[in-house]
Nanobody, 123 residues
Framework: VQLQASGGGLVQAGGSLRLSCVASDTRFRISDPAWYRQAPGKERELVAR???????ILSEVVKGRFAISRDNDRRTVYLQMNNVKPEDTGDYYC??????????????????WGRGTLVTVSS
């Protein structure tokens, strides 16, 4: 597993939570990062994506409440969740292109997925 998500938990409606997605190897760098979520009984959906020019794409239902960001070393991606709602409950997954260099060889995994981290919002 190249990406490791954490930070999920139980939070009351109106509260905040910050999810982290860390590259599992110090050589790995994350490009085109995104967060998805999957609510019980529903399909996985895009929550936020960070584009290469620094702009972000946010799902309409989280605009104004969530933000995606990345460390300058491109090894950690965050999802800041503010004013959470019960409908934000679900498993949250990070996704991104992971690249690394071994000797003189460049490697890349397109669209790598991390294991989910569960967010539960109580009303």
């Amino acid at each position: 597993v190249q990406l490791q998500a954490s930070g999920g938990g139980l939070v009351q409606a109106g509260g905040s939570l910050r999810l982290s997605c860390v590259a599992s190897d110090t050589r790995f760098r994350i490009s085109d990062p995104a967060w998805y979520r999957q609510a019980p009984g529903k399909e996985r959906e895009l929550v936020a994506r960070l584009l290469s020019d620094g702009t972000t794409i946010l799902s309409e239902v989280v605009k104004g409440r969530f933000a995606i960001s990345r460390d300058n070393d491109r090894r950690t991606v965050y999802l800041q969740m503010n004013n959470v709602k019960p409908e934000d409950t679900g498993d949250y997954y990070c996704n991104g292109d992971v690249s690394w260099t071994s000797g003189s060889v460049h490697h890349e995994t397109i669209g790598s997925w991390g294991r989910g981290t569960l967010v539960t919002v109580s009303s």
